[in-house]
């Protein structure tokens, strides 16, 4: 039986409860941030029939937790990524909370706020954008994830501190291909590559330049942060 947004509510808002898991992205045998992988009782939060209540009291919820990780690291200097749905972006009530943060500042500065490049119209991802730059200026660290139904262009030139291009998809060789692409596209940009699955992945993302990886190879999501065979910056 699917999941009610009351139930779901509960869960969440049980601070004993852990949700969400965290994968590593590496950079030169570094781990330089942890994305969430948002995660209730074994469920994929996005694939679950909720309301956008339901989702902004969950990305709330997983803001919390990210700045108290980032407390507790103090002495690191890691950065975590978290995905915010388009509706949380433009909440009035999480754009309060998010200022109300800005006394915090190294803390936020670690905080990346990932939004999926799968907007509906030019309109909607322009309110996005502006709304995250806002976001920028205040402090916080935004970033752009390719679109979850393909590998799209479009968010070239999107001013943001990360672009992280999903190759999840493709075979190793279209990684090579797609890596090269991009690099060569955004010479001034931070690009993330995720899905660097095997080894071989890794040793051709690494020959064409690729910096920061992430996938099943370099480490799966856990439950906390672990640095497996890397150092946690």
Same mark, same amino acid.
């Given at each position: 039986?699917?999941?009610?947004?009351?139930?779901?509510?509960?869960?969440?808002?049980?601070?004993?409860?852990?949700?969400?898991?965290?994968?590593?992205?590496?950079?030169?045998?570094?781990?330089?941030?942890?994305?969430?992988?948002?995660?209730?009782?074994?469920?994929?939060?996005?694939?679950?029939?909720?309301?956008?209540?339901?989702?902004?009291?969950?990305?709330?919820?997983?803001?919390?937790?990210?700045?108290?990780?980032?407390?507790?690291?103090?002495?690191?200097?890691?950065?975590?990524?978290?995905?915010?749905?388009?509706?949380?972006?433009?909440?009035?009530?999480?754009?309060?909370?998010?200022?109300?943060?800005?006394?915090?500042?190294?803390?936020?500065?670690?905080?990346?706020?990932?939004?999926?490049?799968?907007?509906?119209?030019?309109?909607?991802?322009?309110?996005?954008?502006?709304?995250?730059? &806002? #976001?920028?200026?205040?402090?916080?660290?935004?970033?752009? $994830?390719?679109? +979850? /139904?393909?590998?799209?262009?479009? *968010? =070239?030139?999107?001013?943001? &501190? #990360?672009?992280?291009?999903?190759?999840?998809?493709?075979? $190793?060789?279209? +990684? /090579?291909?797609?890596?090269?692409? *991009? =690099?060569?596209?955004?010479? &001034?940009?931070?690009?993330?590559?995720?899905?660097?699955?095997?080894?071989?992945?890794?040793?051709?993302?690494?020959?064409?330049?690729?910096?920061?990886?992430?996938?099943?190879?370099?480490?799966?999501?856990?439950?906390?942060?672990?640095?497996?065979?890397?150092?946690?910056?």
């Amino acid at each position: 039986m699917p999941i009610t947004d009351k139930d779901f509510e509960r869960i969440i808002s049980d601070k004993d409860q852990r949700i969400n898991t965290f994968q590593p992205i590496v950079k030169d045998n570094n781990i330089k941030m942890f994305t969430v992988i948002p995660s209730v009782m074994g469920s994929n939060v996005y694939e679950l029939p909720l309301s956008e209540r339901s989702i902004y009291l969950y990305e709330l919820r997983t803001l919390i937790d990210s700045l108290s990780i980032i407390e507790k690291h103090s002495d690191n200097s890691f950065f975590v990524e978290l995905t915010l749905s388009e509706s949380t972006v433009l909440n009035g009530l999480f754009i309060k909370f998010l200022l109300s943060k800005v006394s915090l500042t190294p803390a936020i500065s670690r905080i990346v706020l990932n939004v999926f490049d799968d907007f509906c119209s030019a309109s909607e991802k322009e309110k996005v954008i502006n709304q995250l730059n &806002d #976001f920028k200026r205040i402090g916080y660290q935004v970033m752009f $994830t390719s679109s +979850k /139904k393909g590998i799209s262009y479009m *968010f =070239l030139g999107s001013p943001m &501190d #990360f672009l992280k291009v999903n190759l999840s998809t493709c075979s $190793t060789k279209m +990684k /090579k291909i797609f890596i090269s692409f *991009f =690099l060569d596209q955004g010479k &001034d940009t931070t690009f993330i590559f995720s899905g660097i699955d095997t080894l071989e992945d890794y040793c051709l993302a690494e020959s064409v330049g690729a910096k920061y990886l992430q996938g099943k190879y370099l480490g799966e999501g856990k439950p906390i942060l672990m640095s497996g065979r890397y150092s946690i910056s």
